[in-house]
């Protein structure tokens, strides 16, 4: 939103006579002072903003910075889960089928098996379930879970099934979309000042929108997606703890990973170029914690067997 201004601010020096280029000039340097004062009072302003909107994240302590309030969080889902009916109203299925039986029982047992976390509690968990061959799924952040019965057909049992479910319901509790809102909004707000200036210093348009462009695809490989692969990590981590505190074993979702991988080996090669981490490096990075996974597992069975021998 800076550039047009920019690149007005341009147009209208450009068309000053040298005279009066060198009276603003002349006035600059006598007012610099206050020039300085009013940049460290904006930059100031923005670091305490900053500071202030800093937290921890929910469940891996993880410091991030968050503009969103809850209120608005859950704003942002209703938007979203209205446009989602509008677009797949009429594709879903009936909660009498059995594909949302299979999907509730598996929510509903990752949720009363997770209580001990108040997030869990706070939001309205509630099931759709989209009648296409898409292999897809996600959770809004209010809590809508959006399942394609084409991702039913390809998870071969519950456990592959829960995993995949508590790594969507993970963006949601830690909430994920309203972290990227906030980062990439800070990021933007900055990227349009020096853009702006880049637009008003460049000696030509064409040199502007290269450079604009070149900008652009480097944030985009460097910071944007890298961004949004440590969060899909981060729900990994989370999902998987979930599905194994409600005794799934997620060694399922080890080979659902490895079975997309075989599918479509290319993935791997495009990793820095996608907003996800590859199918094998989330099979690889789910098989590096397995000990604590399974350890885990074994010490819910013993308990469950425990009281099972009581009873």
């Known amino acids: ?75 942002l889902g209703k938007m979203l889960y209205d446009e989602q009916i509008q677009a797949n109203g009429e594709h879903l299925l009936p909660t009498t089928s059995s594909q949302y039986h299979r999907v509730k ?37 209010d809590g809508q879970i959006f399942v394609y019965k084409g991702m039913l057909s390809t998870l071969g049992n519950d456990d592959a099934l829960a995993f995949l479910l508590g790594h969507e319901m993970a963006h949601a509790l830690l909430s994920h979309a309203a972290e990227q809102l906030s980062f990439f909004n800070i990021f933007d707000l900055l990227a349009a000042v020096s853009l702006g200036l880049v637009w ?28 949004s692969r440590k969060l899909e990590v981060e729900a990994d981590l989370i999902g998987s703890n979930l599905a194994t505190k409600a005794c799934y074993d997620v060694r399922a979702a080890t080979y659902f990973w490895e079975m997309l991988a075989n599918k479509d080996p290319s993935n791997a090669e495009l990793e820095w170029l996608s907003t996800h981490p590859s199918h094998q490096k989330r099979a690889d990075l789910i098989k590096e914690r397995m000990t604590e996974v399974e350890y885990y597992t074994h010490l819910l069975e013993y308990k469950v067997q425990k009281q099972r021998i009581y009873k």
């Open 105 to 141: 029982s598996v929510v509903s047992r990752l949720i009363k098996n997770n209580g001990d976390i108040p997030q869990i509690n706070t939001l309205h968990w509630e099931i759709n379930i989209i009648d296409s061959n898409e292999v897809n799924a996600f959770v809004l952040p």
């Open 200 to 227: 008003a210093l460049m000696p030509t348009d064409v040199v502007a929108a290269v450079t604009h462009w070149f900008h652009n695809s480097i944030a985009s490989i460097c910071l944007h997606r890298p961004y």
């Open 1 to 75: 939103f800076c550039i047009p201004y920019f690149r007005i601010a341009k147009y209208w020096w450009n068309k000053l006579p040298t005279h009066k280029k060198h009276n603003y000039k002349r006035m600059l340097k006598r007012h610099q002072q206050v020039v300085y004062i009013i940049a460290l009072f904006g930059t100031g302003a923005g670091i305490y903003y900053i500071y202030n909107h800093i937290e921890s994240v929910p469940l891996t302590g993880r410091t991030r910075l968050m503009m969103l309030s809850h209120e608005h969080l859950q704003e």
